[in-house]
């Protein structure tokens, strides 16, 4: 069974600072997805990583994908006040998408 | 013109009773899921449909049946809630077997 693990599940981090989320999983999958979502909202997609050595950047969200460690990161850069949300990493794997636990950023000004 | 709608966004029930929700998606897609996000916020794949055939069934107590009248909708009927039942359900659609969904804005269910 597909496992997604995240960490940290919580994270709080002063304005202008970097972190990093980390996702790791435990089969290989097709593709590795990240999507954010706010309080009581639903699920925005923000990247789609498709292969070994992907890295993707938009903004100050920057993820990367490493197949043979069986992991994928979000980096963030400079973080500001709008950046607060929950994170979820979801792996894919035989057309079905299984869920990291999230990770629930604070961004503290 | 939103992509993927569900009604009612909010549902307030008793134990036992039935209810269904009700999921479109205008995107064209042809692969449909629910999803459901426990109160810790983990979220874990319910049902897909492609095409209107049943594709994932993931273990899920069968008071829970999802119907596709067609390519663009997959509603959710649900019987005898309990109050384990309470979370948030999401649909979502994707399309062409590549599992980037996009997703309804939820329905918050409540069993009291």
């Known amino acids: 069974e597909l496992k997604v693990e995240q960490n940290p599940l919580f994270l709080s981090m002063q304005e202008g600072k970097n972190y990093t989320i980390y996702c790791n999983y435990s089969?290989?999958?097709?593709?590795l997805y990240w999507y954010r979502q706010d309080p009581g909202k639903s699920l925005e997609s923000l990247f789609v990583?498709?292969?070994?050595?992907a890295v993707k950047q938009e903004g100050r969200l920057m993820a990367s994908l490493d197949t043979k460690a069986r992991l994928s990161t979000l980096h963030i850069t400079a973080a500001v006040h709008d950046l607060s949300a929950t994170y979820f990493c979801?792996?894919?794997?035989?057309?079905?998408?299984?869920f990291g636990t999230g990770t629930r950023l604070t961004i503290i000004p | 013109d939103t992509a993927v709608s569900q009604t009612p966004k909010y549902l307030v029930t008793q134990m036992g009773n039935d209810k269904s929700i009700k999921c479109e998606q205008n995107?064209?897609?042809?692969?449909m899921y629910w999803y459901k996000q426990d109160s810790k916020k983990f979220l874990k794949i319910m049902f897909s449909?492609?095409?209107?055939?049943?594709?994932i069934n993931e273990t899920v107590p069968n008071r829970f049946s999802p119907k596709s009248p067609d390519k663009a909708h997959l509603n959710l009927h649900i019987n005898s809630l309990e109050l384990g039942d309470s979370a948030v359900y999401f649909c979502?659609?994707?399309?062409?077997?590549?599992?980037?969904?996009?997703f309804g804005q939820g329905t918050r269910l409540t069993v009291v």
């Open positions: 979502a659609s994707s399309h062409g077997g590549v599992a980037e969904a996009f």
């Open positions: 089969t290989t999958s097709d593709r």
């Open positions: 990583l498709l292969s070994n050595g």
């Open positions: 979801a792996v894919d794997r035989n057309e079905k998408l299984t």
């Open positions: 995107l064209g897609h042809d692969t």
């Open positions: 449909y492609n095409n209107k055939e049943l594709i």
